[in-house]
């Protein structure tokens, strides 16, 4: 029951949203706020109710949905260890979404409920666990996300939604032939049972179905070369649009491969490991050095995303426990960094109107609290000891020394490199000689600015020096599957 | 009295066809009522099939040449529900045009009756002339409009069909000529008994088939016509021909190479010609129709391209065992789902081109402001067209490329998946200028009553259907049953 009102209880409230009369219009973020505050306390109760000793899906509902001959589709939601952090995730970034979204004044109703059917597809698509379904949420995210970037964004807005749009479709267009080749082979789309299957003669050489599949969760990772919608899209977004592409719509990507290609076809997943690794360690090093010369600085953080989530592909590559649970780590801990370097940068440039980092410059000087807390996020984002970045590095780093040294050894340049896009971005825009016509903006100040920084800083800490809570559920079923890939 | 009651729809369609034309001579001043006769006529149709399906009275009549199946009976209800919807969305293009309107709604009824000759059709001689019944009219009604750009259209269409029909009486007379009999399952029996030895004459005969019927499905090379004529004639009328033609030639282009041309030697002859036409249909539709500045030339153009889509069903008939009807069922699903989808965006486009008096895509910037109801009834049908969920024509799409996987026809669903990709960038283009772009006029506009009923209608069968895609499946599936071997 409760996964269910997690994924319908936003779409109701969105309709409600859209329903509401001209003159409340401007009451829309209260209703929109009240529900991602009520998808927060019931993740977070689940999170705590998780059995962690029985392993497993959890908090399983099945219905039946199609079921005509060939069809046998299910409504079938459920939890394990790794989709539960996401699922915390997903409601907590929801949340932040609302909060910096306060200030939305243009075509509000329609903001909000978008903001809300976002995040009932992509809490859809993390409990799904059957293909069919998990299809439709993937796709039904387009939708909000289309909206969201080119009504509210900025800049080339247009171009960049629709390239989004197109990259994603193009993607999800192969997955959805792999997914019909495994669900004809095995009979059914239950991925638990796919998952129990043996493939035989499937109609595409399986290797195949794993690239298919994979094609279409690597443009949503991103991986190089896939990656040229995330910088557009990034830029052009709203602050809270960016939050949540950064903080959770890239994970869906690193979940599908785990879930679906690693966990349908573990042999597969044997023969390609080195690839994939390779290409995570590419990533994290082509990201690093690309985010060096940008101009803005949400482009810049983009670009380092792309570097960030490289770890993931490493982790997911070395298919062992360690480097399984460092990657859905990984994950989160950039879900949450990002999440609220985006918040930074879209405080500030509510106030300054530039992202151009040539035009900043010492704005600690103007804006102290902003400052703070971009640094705080700059210094997460680098892997400082103590916050949560680091922690998911040093164990995705520790599951792939042993089998990819090489992978590991580049992997250290690229975060090496991200000390330096880092501390010189900063730099740049927050220290050195104060701007006079900087002079008459004013620090973060709002109820709702300083909730969401604090909260998410609050986070990164927590993980940071305290990730046994979220490792002892990610871990076990990590552990089953590595097993599973051992054998 | 058995024959009356078989031809009850047909009978009910053809007397308000009667009633129409003789009430406007008569009562020219009540003009207003004549859709409402019309529909009145689909509406018993509709009934009178209901009956039979309810007395589960299924048989073949007048010698086995019509069939009283549940094959008929699916496409009955499909052809009635289009025609009414074209009925519902000519209203205001009608009373605008203000002449021979008894005759513009008789013509409709009359290509409707032929529509449902066609749908219980299992002899070659009763299934080329329930075609002509239903292709003469509607040469008529490309024409009907007062331009002479309307005019071309119904010429071109009359010259090139009456080729087609031609190349099809070919095909049917040689397929005579082997077997010895018009019975479809007759055919079928010769064909089984001694076909192997005149296999290159039955090849022949098929590809003369496959090009007359490929005329009405407006499929490459076939496919000529098709933007000329939509962009010409009267909008309602390309809606009908785009939903209402196409099916009829799939109904029937179905049943006999099902139920007579199902030999595997011959079977595995013309899944691959339909491969190949798809594929080619597909790409090409799509590839033309990106170019399109014109909505009416896009949706032709489009309509090419989902002819490719349906071809795949036909394709797909390599399954074997239980699942041997699975294509054909997913052609039926294909059909109703397009009927919706592709009826309500023609709906959409008939009330705003006689609003803002252009097709030019470019024209219909900010009709999101301008109309929000139609602006987003023609969205959502646009979506599902792409085949995106949750529409019905996502299922559609779903289906019918699952049949192709299990005939191991895995290139062919790659193809049919690129093409969706690529029909994404111009479907989603009108939408991204309706919501995105300036109106030209701050005026907005309300849609007619009888407009707003069909869109409705419509739009929410594609939303229903997308939902819960099971009722309309589990139909398509028991209708062609009857080809199970």
Known sequence: MELSILIFLPAIAAAVILLLPQRLEQQARWVALVTAAAMFVLSVQMFFQFDRDAGGYQFVERHRWVDIGAFNLQYLVGVDGLSLPLVVLTTCLTLASVLVSFSVTHRPRAYFACLLVLASSV??????????????????????????????????????????????????AFMLIGILVLAFDAQTFDIERLAAAEFQDTLLPLGWVFFLLFIGFAVKLPIVPLHTWLPDAHSDAPTAVSVMLAGVLLKMGGYGIIRLCVTLMPEVAHDWDAWMAGIGAFSVLYGGFITLRQTDVKRLIAYSSVSHMGLVLLGIGALGSTGLTGATYQMLAHGLITGLMF?????????????????????A?????????????????????????????????????????????????????????????????????????????????????HTVVAGLAALVVLLGVYPALIMDVIEPAMTTLAARLQA | MNGIDVLGPQISVLLAAGVVIIADSLFPAQRRILPFVALAGLIAAALWTTSWVSRGDYQTVFHGTIALDRYAVFFQYVFAGVTATVVLASIDWVNREGRRQGEYYALLLTVCAGLMFLAGARDLITIFIALELSSIPQYILAGWGKDTKSSEAGLKYLLLGAVASSLLLYGMALLYGVTGSTLLPDIAAAIETNGESYRGLLVVAMTLLIAGFGFKMAVVPFQMWVPDVYQGAPTPVAAFLSVGSKAAAFAVAVRVFFEALGADFLS????????????????????????????KRMLGYSSIAQAGNFLVGLAAISVTGEEFTLGASGILLFVAAYAFTNLGAFVAVIAISQKINSDKIADYAGMWKVSPFLALGLAFCLVSLTGIPPTVGFWAKLYIFNAAVRADLVWLVVVGVLNSVVSAYYYLGVVRVMFLGQPGTEQRFRASPSIAVALTATAAGVLVFGIVPAPLMSAARDAVEIFAR
């Open chain 1, 123 to 172: 809490v859809g698509v993390f409990v799904s666990l059957d293909l069919m379904l998990f299809f439709l949420f993937w796709e039904l995210e387009l939708f909000p996300m289309y909206l969201l970037i080119s009504i509210w964004g900025s800049g080339r807005k247009e171009y960049s939604a629709t390239k989004f749009v197109l990259y994603t479709i193009a993607g999800s």
């Open chain 1, 365 to 449: 000087r103007q804006m102290p609290l902003i400052a703070t807390g971009m640094v705080f996020a700059g210094m997460a984002s680098l892997g400082l000891p103590a916050l949560a970045g680091f922690i998911a590095e040093v164990t995705v780093f520790l599951g792939a020394f042993q089998r990819f040294e090489w992978a590991v050894l580049a992997s250290i340049v690229g975060v090496v490199l991200s000390a330096g896009y880092i501390l010189w971005m900063l730099q740049r825009v927050m220290f050195g000689p104060v701007r006079h016509e900087w002079d008459e903006l004013s620090d973060q100040r709002h109820w709702w600015e």
């Open chain 2, 268 to 295: 595995d002859d013309w899944s691959m010609i339909f491969a190949v036409i798809a594929a080619v249909s597909m790409t090409l539709g799509n590839l033309m129709a990106i170019a399109q500045p014109d909505i």
């Open chain 1, 343 to 363: 918040v930074m940068i879209g405080l500030m440039y509510e106030r300054t109107h530039t992202r151009e980092i040539a035009r900043l410059g010492g704005l």
